[in-house]
């Protein structure tokens, strides 16, 4: 059987570099090199400013929840991240090409890390293919993030990526959150409990108007009362109580 002297080149240079890259990663190794700052986002800024209700982004990779005018004269766009889904991962490519094209967009923040993250190494692969490879590769283990896959496929060298962590304070909080992680059932099975003992205390406590108030919340909350029906049956308490709604402003 003959191999492809090509292919096992390939995957030899595809190894040894994504082991530099994780090695850059956990110890900081880089190449020595003019790391860019993003100035150009300034420049840009006030354009975006003036149209941020019409940012030309495929309606098919993003949705927009909201938007948000500091009166700062510059503009920052906050893509949320569902880590564990690989095609939201390769939207959030696409949504990052598509501001740095059309709007001169330089500068990505990232969570999950500090400093300035350096992605030469892969991106100086000079074959497009074996770089793609790698980086699906990387990409697919959840060893690289979008924005970092976006800046090695990416042509550009001005391209400033960065992490918006401290360190120390983010290690203690992922701590602390696998602590919590690890007691979630004992914790949960306890409130299920607390919450069982007050249900059961619900006709000795209660008055009629606030049994009657639970049981309509709890219907609804179950999905065994619409909207409206709710909010009728709310809207019905309300005046039987003469309660003035126009003082809660969340109504």
């Known amino acids: 059987?003959?191999?492809?002297?090509?292919?096992?080149?390939?995957?030899?240079?595809?190894?040894?570099?994504?082991?530099?890259?994780?090695?850059?990663?956990?110890?900081?190794l880089s190449q020595a090199r003019e790391i860019p700052t993003g100035n150009s986002l300034n420049t840009s800024a006030v354009d975006?400013?003036?149209?941020?209700?019409n940012i030309d982004i495929p309606y098919n990779i993003y949705s927009k929840q909201e938007s948000f005018?500091?009166?700062?004269?510059?503009?920052?766009?906050?893509?949320?991240?569902?880590?564990?889904?690989?095609?939201?991962?390769?939207?959030?490519?696409?949504?990052?090409?598509g501001l740095f094209k059309n709007y001169n967009v330089d500068l990505v923040l990232l969570e999950g890390a500090e400093g300035y993250l350096d992605t030469s190494?892969?991106?100086?692969?000079?074959?497009?293919?074996?770089?793609?490879?790698?980086?699906?590769?990387?990409?697919?283990?959840?060893?690289?993030?979008?924005?970092?896959?976006?800046?090695?496929?990416?042509?550009?060298?001005?391209?400033a990526l960065y992490g918006v962590e401290n360190d120390e304070m983010y290690r203690k909080n992922l701590e602390d959150f696998r602590k919590v992680h690890e007691?979630?059932?004992?914790?949960?099975?306890?409130v299920d409990n607390f919450l069982t003992y007050l249900k059961q205390l619900e006709s000795a406590v209660y008055s009629k108007e606030l049994k009657d108030f639970v049981s309509i919340a709890r219907s609804h909350r179950e999905k065994e009362l619409s909207f409206a029906i709710y909010w009728e049956k709310i809207s019905g308490m309300v005046n039987n109580f003469s309660i003035n709604i126009n003082e809660y402003a969340e109504l």
Do not use: W
């Open 48 to 53: 975006l400013k003036d149209n941020l209700r």
């Open 183 to 190: 007691t979630q059932g004992v914790l949960a099975g306890m």
């Open 69 to 97: 005018d500091s009166g700062k004269d510059k503009t920052i766009f906050h893509i949320q991240d569902a880590h564990a889904s690989l095609s939201n991962q390769y939207s959030i490519v696409e949504i990052l090409d």
């Open 1 to 28: 059987m003959k191999r492809d002297n090509g292919k096992v080149c390939k995957k030899i240079v595809s190894l040894v570099v994504s082991v530099a890259f994780l090695l850059t990663h956990e110890f900081g």
């Open 121 to 159: 190494i892969l991106q100086s692969l000079p074959d497009e293919k074996t770089k793609k490879a790698v980086a699906d590769n990387l990409i697919r283990k959840g060893l690289l993030s979008a924005g970092e896959f976006f800046t090695v496929m990416n042509d550009s060298k001005n391209i």
